[in-house]
């Protein structure tokens, strides 16, 4: 059951940075340090969009709209550390 635990714990782990990455690119792109007509710039963004926009749709359907303002990446990353915390405190059952 160890094993378990740990396994959520990395995917939880890899979730939390494929949004952070997603959201540093993000601004990247906005303030044109990167160019999305460079292949291997449009190929990551467009994977990093395919993974996460599902996540995001169902996010923004349940918060309001902040007048161009998206915070589905703040709520997925606040939605990741609870999950983390609950997991962390109930570690005991994974022993």
Excluded: C, K
């Amino acid at each position: 059951m160890t094993s378990l635990f740990q396994i959520l714990m990395l995917l939880l782990n890899i979730v939390y940075f494929i949004v952070i990455a997603h959201v540093i690119m993000s601004w990247l792109i906005n303030f044109q340090v990167l160019n999305l007509r460079q292949p291997l710039v449009a190929q990551i963004w467009d994977g990093l969009n395919r993974l996460l926009e599902p996540v995001y749709s169902r996010v923004r359907q349940i918060i309001p709209p902040m007048g161009g303002l998206d915070l589905a990446p703040l709520v997925v990353l606040i939605g990741v550390a609870v999950l983390r915390i609950v997991l962390v405190n109930n570690a005991a059952v994974f022993y």
